[in-house]
C-alpha cells in the first residue's frame, strides 16, 4: 500500500526557513518522480516543483524559485522541501505526491502558515 506522510509544517514569520518532509512508503521510492504541490486558502492546487528521485534533478514553479530546494533522503525514503525566505503569499496546506503505476496518491498534507 503506498503512503505518503507530510511533516513540518508550522507557523513561521515572513523572511523565515521552514523545511518540509513526505515519507514515502508502498513502491520503490527511486523509480517515480515525485512532486510537491499546495493549495493556498480560497485557491485551486498549485504545483510547486518536482524532483527524479534516481537522478535528483529538480524543476520549481516560478513563484518558489531561488528561495524552495527539493531534495531527497534514500537511506530513509523521504523527500524533502526546503523553504526560506517565505512569504505570506506561501501560506498554504502542502502536499506531496506520487504517480504510482497510473494512480495518484497523496498524503493528508502539512499546513504552513507565514505570518506576523
Known amino acids: 500500500e503506498v503512503q505518503l506522510v507530510e511533516s513540518g509544517g508550522t507557523l513561521v514569520q515572513p523572511g523565515g526557513s521552514l523545511r518540509l518532509s513526505c515519507a514515502a512508503a508502498?513502491?520503490?521510492?527511486?523509480?517515480?518522480?515525485m512532486m510537491w504541490v499546495r493549495r493556498a486558502p480560497g485557491k485551486g492546487l498549485e504545483w510547486v516543483g518536482s524532483i527524479d528521485t534516481a537522478g535528483g534533478d529538480t524543476s520549481l514553479s516560478d513563484s518558489v524559485k531561488g528561495r524552495f530546494t527539493i531534495s531527497t533522503d534514500d537511506s530513509e525514503n523521504t523527500i524533502n522541501l526546503q523553504m526560506s525566505n517565505l512569504k505570506p503569499e506561501d501560506t498554504a496546506v502542502y502536499y506531496c505526491?506520487?504517480?504510482?503505476?497510473?494512480?495518484?496518491?497523496w498524503g493528508q498534507g502539512t499546513q504552513v502558515t507565514v505570518s506576523s
Open positions: 508502498g513502491f520503490s521510492f527511486t523509480d517515480y518522480a
Open positions: 505526491n506520487v504517480l504510482y503505476r497510473r494512480t495518484n496518491y
